[in-house]
C-alpha cells in the first residue's frame, strides 16, 4: 500500500507563507488522486486541495482558492502545497491523502481519500 510522509508544517503570522510537502512511496501515484486535507481544532477534516478525475483536474475549497497552490513533481513522486497569505483560520493538522482507486469523475468525491499521512500541524497567529 502507498505510504504518504508529509513535511514543512509550522508557525507563521497572519499573511505569512509556508510550503508543505508529501512524499510519496509508490510513484506511480504522484500522478493520480492525491492531495491535501486540515483538520482545525474541534472541527471536522476537510479537503483543501486535490487532484481527482483520474489525477487530471485540481480542486479547491472556497476558503483556499487563490491563496494555495498545489503540484506536483512527478520525477521526486513528491506534492507540494503552498500557502500564502496564510490567516488563524488556517490554522490545523494539514494531512496528504491519496484515492488509490482515483477513477475519472465529473465531480470530487472527498469520501474516496482514505490513504493518509501522519499529518503536520501549521498555526497562523494574528
Known amino acids: 500500500q502507498v505510504q504518504l510522509r508529509e513535511s514543512g508544517g509550522g508557525s507563521v503570522q497572519a499573511g505569512g507563507s509556508l510550503r508543505l510537502s508529501c512524499e510519496v512511496s509508490?510513484?506511480?501515484?504522484?500522478?493520480?488522486?492525491v492531495g491535501w486535507f486540515r483538520q482545525a481544532p474541534g472541527k471536522d477534516r476537510e479537503g483543501v486541495a486535490l487532484?481527482?478525475?483520474?489525477?487530471?483536474?485540481?480542486f479547491y475549497s472556497d476558503s483556499v482558492r487563490g491563496r494555495f497552490t498545489i503540484s506536483r513533481d512527478n520525477a521526486k513522486a513528491t506534492l507540494t502545497l503552498e500557502m500564502n497569505s496564510l490567516k488563524p483560520e488556517d490554522t490545523g493538522i494539514y494531512y496528504c491523502?491519496?484515492?488509490?482507486?482515483?477513477?475519472?469523475?465529473?465531480?470530487?468525491?472527498?469520501?474516496?481519500?482514505?490513504?493518509w499521512g501522519q499529518g503536520t500541524q501549521v498555526t497562523v497567529s494574528s
Open positions: 491523502a491519496a484515492d488509490p482507486g482515483c477513477p475519472y469523475l465529473f465531480r470530487v468525491d472527498l469520501s474516496r481519500y482514505n490513504v
Open positions: 509508490i510513484d506511480t501515484y504522484i500522478k493520480r488522486c
Open positions: 487532484f481527482y478525475n483520474g489525477g487530471k483536474t485540481t
